[in-house]
């Protein structure tokens, strides 16, 4: 029997990846909410309730969901001494990689035999990089990793069909402060205060 646990990083990006992969294994995919990079606690329970919304709605009892609490002290002591690192550097790596980690953990422990993370559909995303730690996670965990390369298009149509929300930052407060900043850039490029 292969079985499927797929980490979904938000709803915009698992639209894509799920509809190639709903009907590939046997029995419902089981789709993984772990993402403690979210900040605050009102944007990552947004984020869920859209994953929810959309698995509801389009794929009714298709498809299982777990949501895995967000242990954000965890994840921001672990990530603290590389805040100020660029996106997609080494604060990003340590971001896939906890969250990698915990889904071939889970997978494990719910006897999947395949993993796979919703991460690489992103273009801000290094997948080569996500996928390479999938590969490694594979041979520690004996779960197969399905290296995605999804269609970022296809969740750009997705989002429009079915109005989800698709949020302007990543996730952690870093990010966040990224945004702000080049919001700040272009207003005063165009001119204005900010
Ligand atoms: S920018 Fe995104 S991937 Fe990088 S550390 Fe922040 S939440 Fe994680």
């Known amino acids: 029997m292969n079985k499927l646990l797929l980490h979904a990083c938000c709803a915009p990006c698992l639209t894509a990846p799920l509809e190639r992969l709903v009907?590939?294994?046997d029995g419902p995919v089981t789709v993984l909410f772990y993402n403690p990079n979210i900040a605050p606690q009102a944007e990552h329970d947004k984020r869920l309730g859209e994953v929810e919304r959309y698995l509801k709605g389009r794929y009714g009892t298709a498809v299982d969901l777990i949501a895995l609490p967000p242990d954000r002290e965890a994840f921001d002591a672990t990530t603290a001494p590389f805040a100020d690192t660029d996106e997609r550097g080494v604060r990003c790596t340590v971001c896939?990689?906890?969250?990698l980690r915990?889904?071939?953990?889970?997978?494990?422990?719910?006897?999947m035999t395949h993993a796979a993370t919703t991460l690489t559909v992103s273009p801000h995303k290094d997948a080569k990089r996500l996928n390479s730690m999938?590969?490694?996670?594979e041979k520690r965990y004996g779960v197969s990793y399905l290296t995605g390369m999804w269609e970022y298009a296809r969740t750009l149509e997705l989002c429009r069909e079915y109005a989800i929300y698709r949020q302007n930052y990543c996730g952690c407060t870093a990010s966040m402060r990224e945004r702000d900043e080049r919001r700040r850039e272009h207003k005063e490029k165009k001119g204005g205060r900010p």
């Open 102 to 111: 915990r889904t071939f953990e889970e997978a494990k422990a719910r006897g």
């Open 134 to 137: 999938g590969l490694g996670l």
């Open 23 to 25: 009907d590939k294994f």
């Open 96 to 99: 896939y990689f906890l969250r």
